[in-house]
């Protein structure tokens, strides 16, 4: 379960640090430039979570990494819920807008995809924080237009629209997530996948019962030979994404044969 969570902070304060407003002002106007900007905050914060995990992300801490006083921080941001919205947001503007291989709605869901696998690869600490109430900043919102957009022309109703894109992401947040888990694992051991197996072989084969799990036994140990231990990250997200997207290729034919009938 994620730790932490976006849009936790207060509503008003956040967006207005997202937009550059003041709580009070009225879209359109700017309040004097202060001597840390909004962008200068964040990257200290992301350079922090991106080399030890958002929980090493204080308020006290980037102060410190910025050459200011946790109470002047405050000055320009309400708070650590604050700051993960601004993390995010600065995170999602800055991702990758891969040109997709082909023309079609299809080519360019895969480059959705693998523009989000290289956002997640890039700060691992995003897949850890909870996003079912997003930022609502400039950068979330030119995000969700980019990745709509790839998808537009596949001829879904604005609701299964929605819907594709958030099956599409959740499966690439999945793998970011398994990836994270193996690459901490392969830190933590200092073995490789492979080097663990081998490593553990002996143990193994005295409580393992290849006749009792024969299918196991066969499948498990072709999947081993094939990628050099239990999960091979590139793997399944190659076989993972080809399945997600063949099955929302059935639902646009669907609805592309339902609209021919009418």
């Known amino acids: 379960m994620a730790s932490d969570r976006s849009s936790a902070?207060?509503?008003?304060?956040t967006l207005a640090l997202l937009w550059g407003?003041?709580?009070?002002?009225?879209?359109?106007?700017?309040?004097?430039?202060?001597?840390?900007?909004?962008?200068e905050i964040a990257a200290a914060a992301i350079a922090i979570a991106d080399a030890e995990g958002v929980d090493a992300v204080t308020m006290r801490r980037v102060a410190q990494e910025l050459g200011v006083s946790p109470m002047a921080l405050y000055t320009y941001v309400p708070g650590k819920a604050e700051l993960l919205d601004l993390m995010l947001d600065t995170v999602y503007a800055a991702m990758p807008r891969t040109a997709p291989d082909g023309d079609g709605w299809r080519a360019r869901a895969a480059a959705v995809a693998d523009d989000n696998r290289a956002l997640h690869r890039a700060h691992p600490w995003t897949v850890s924080v909870a996003t079912s109430r997003p930022p609502l900043g400039p950068g979330l919102m030119a995000k969700y237009e980019y990745e709509l957009r790839a998808l537009e022309g596949a001829g879904l109703p604005d609701v299964e629209l929605d819907a594709a894109l958030t099956h599409l992401l959740g499966f690439v947040e999945t793998c970011a997530r398994m990836a994270a888990d193996e690459r901490a694992a392969r830190q933590e051991s200092a073995l490789t996948d492979a080097q663990w197996w081998a490593a553990n072989a002996e143990l193994l084969a005295r409580v393992f019962d290849?006749?009792?799990h024969?299918?196991?036994?066969?499948?498990?140990?072709?999947?081993?030979?094939?990628h050099g231990g239990a999960y091979d990250p590139d793997h399944a997200y190659a076989f993972g994404l080809a399945r997600v997207?063949?099955?929302?290729?059935?639902l646009v034919e669907r609805r592309r044969a339902e609209a021919g009938g009418r």
């Open 9 to 13: 902070g207060d509503p008003a304060r």
């Open 21 to 39: 407003l003041s709580a009070q002002e009225k879209p359109g106007r700017r309040g004097p430039r202060q001597a840390k900007s909004p962008a």
């Open 210 to 212: 290849a006749e009792r």
């Open 214 to 226: 024969p299918v196991a036994a066969r499948v498990g140990a072709a999947a081993g030979e094939a």
């Open 245 to 250: 997207l063949d099955g929302l290729a059935a």
